[in-house]
């Protein structure tokens, strides 16, 4: 399973109605039952665990669409992503 | 000037010539027999003011989205239920033309939208999902043995002029399968469809736009669901298109009680001329109040102007934010400015059989903040504000 480190984060606060360990790294998180609102705090603990900022041109729905967006975007910020 | 500002021009002419002809005409009797404006919706039809925005290609005048929303602004001076269905209807096209996505079976539509002037109305507001757009309960199901086919049955509780209009836009979940969020818009057919309804119609304001509640029912080919998923239609464009075309109608409502609110004070003074006239005071006031509306409903349609195509920038949160912002707003100003003028005219302005009366404009104008409730809107800023950097 790729990027376990996001799944948690993801898992813990995206209110998902599926297992996260289930998606794909593609599969669409919106899809699996993560609203805005969820999504708010995914990116909050995404900044808190990753001492990072996502700049206003990151924060729209495609980038948190799914763990790869997630981890692809964190790694654009210089993130290593495990 | 340019072919484009040339269509713009006479296209607002038009639009000013009916607003003042017929739309103020018939306003105060639309407004109390909570009556459809028949008569404006008809003389938009003869001057082909319901395809405005379809592009050349598709037959129609490709008027920009910047006069549409002028003449949301030039009927709502004149009547704001009038304004209401000529600015829903827009906000269809205006999706429709914008998502295309190259459908041969939407091109066609609109090709028909043009010669036939359809009336489209959405059905976009739910039983069961607490006024929000973002989640539907009723989905598009698959007809057994018919793969070409869907049905649907959606509990609105209100569809705006739906049994005066010729075809619905509506959002349903994608299939029985899926989840509240993951919706699509299908375009229903009136003929394709039944509406029964749910309650009647007497609300305080924004009388004409006949929107009670419906049981809405209808077989679809399946061409006619919207290839792009609606939460990308409904942040690239139905939302911000609707901010800005309501907040023009909003400020026309606003600016028409300011003018009222202006005659009355006008002819105090030339009753009296040389004594000081104490509404010349208050009406200063107003002056401020609607200046800053009109500062705000400009302001946004510029930063929309400037980002329209550029659907990435639309998708930011930043952007959201600023288009709720003129929502919440507009539609806690004009109210405001209603309001106050009303206070100029005094008694003049609180009946409603004088020139001056501003009491229609007053319940019109309490609508918009109802119109997606504003605390819903609130809410979801509050929690973007939490991560948007610049707003």
Known sequence: ?82 | MTVAADRDAAFLAGIDQLADAIAAVHADDVDRGARFPTETIDALREQRALSALVPAEYGGDGISFEAVAQACFVLGRRCGASAMVFAMHQIQVATIVRHLDGSPWFEDYLRELVADQRLIASVTSEVGTGGDMSRSVAALTPIDGDPARATFEKQAPTVSYGAYADDLLVTLRASPDAGPGDQVAVLARQSDTTLEPTGTWDPLGMRGTCSPGYVVRAEVPVAQVMGAPFPSISTESMVPISHLLWSHIWLGIATDAFDRARAFVRAAARRAPGEPVPAAMKLSHVMTQLSLLRAEVHSAMQDWTEAEADRERLSTMAFALRFNNLKLAASEQAPRVCQQAMGVCGIVGFKNDTPFSIGRHLRDSMSASLMVANERIHQTNAGLLLIAKEV
């Not at chain 1, 948690?8 to 109605?17: K, Y």
């Not at chain 1, 998606?23 to 919106?30: A, E, K, R, T, V």
């Not at chain 1, 990072?52 to 729209?60: G, I, R």
């Open chain 1, 1 to 82: 399973m790729s990027f376990p480190a996001v799944r948690e984060i993801v898992s813990e606060h995206g209110r998902l109605s599926v297992d996260v360990t289930t998606l794909s790294d593609d599969d669409s998180l919106y899809e699996a039952g993560m609203t805005s609102h969820a999504s708010v705090n995914v990116m909050l603990a995404l900044e808190d665990a990753y001492d990072v900022e996502f700049p206003d041109e990151m924060l729209k729905r495609s980038v948190f669409e799914s763990v790869g967006s997630i981890s692809s975007a964190l790694s654009q910020l210089d993130v290593q992503v495990a």
